[in-house]
Antibody, heavy 117, light 107 residues
């Protein structure tokens, strides 16, 4: 069974940093691009970042470019999102998702990041 | 960035109703569009990919269609478990962009 499990969320002060992880199982991790998508409380979905299967190619939303870094460790079947210079507007549930020809499936259950003093 | 204009933002419908939700892209995106269902407190679930293709395990009452830059999700006969919020997503280029969502509520 394909599974994605996020971790690393929590409460952080504005300007702080946090690293999210997404542990994958049930498929050949290195063969798939992976993405992060977030959802602010009561709001819609926002694409954040995507990384190719090899890790060579990365893409970011303008809202996080220069502050967030997506990476992966294919030997550990794990996807990461390093978030620096966090702002209140980064408060959201962060989901990881497997990519297949652009479509995202499955998704993890999400991890909540709260940026507040 | 490509804008995805989704309508309506909400709708009320009864069990058994036919429901249609539309997304309009601000430019051509071929058929690089997916539809997702999200229930409260849960992760989104892929329903349709590449505009027309039903994801494995998704009931056949869900279907997708396209005409130029207009994309439609149709639920042929609404079931109680279909009350949820639906989103379109263009994956034609980066940044990928979602529609604003359509909340389907019980009438």
């Amino acid at each position: 069974e394909v599974q994605l499990l996020e971790s690393g969320g929590g409460l952080v002060q504005p300007g702080g940093s946090l690293r999210l992880s997404c542990a994958a199982s049930g498929f050949t991790f290195s063969s798939y691009a992976m993405s992060w998508v977030r959802q602010a409380p009561g709001k819609g979905l926002e694409w954040v970042s995507t990384i190719s299967g090899s890790g060579v190619d990365t893409y970011y939303a303008d809202s996080v470019k220069g502050r967030f870094t997506i990476s992966r460790d294919n030997s550990k079947n794990t996807l990461y999102l390093q978030m620096n210079s966090l702002r209140a507007e980064d408060t959201a549930v962060y989901f990881c998702a497997r990519e297949r020809y652009g479509a995202k499936s499955p998704w993890g259950q999400g991890t909540l990041v709260t940026v507040s003093s | 960035a490509i804008q995805m204009t989704q309508s309506p933002s909400s709708l009320s419908a009864s069990v058994g109703d036919r429901v249609t939700i539309t997304c309009r892209a601000s430019q051509g995106i071929r058929n690089d569009l997916g539809w997702y269902q999200q229930k409260p407190g849960k992760a989104p679930k892929l329903l349709i990919y590449a505009a027309y293709n039903l994801q494995s395990g998704v009931p056949s009452r869900f279907s997708g269609s396209a005409s130029g830059t207009d994309f439609t999700l149709t639920i042929s006969s609404l079931q109680p478990e279909d009350f949820a919020t639906y989103y379109c997503l263009q994956d034609y280029n980066y940044p990928q962009t979602f529609g604003q969502g359509t909340k389907v509520e019980i009438k």
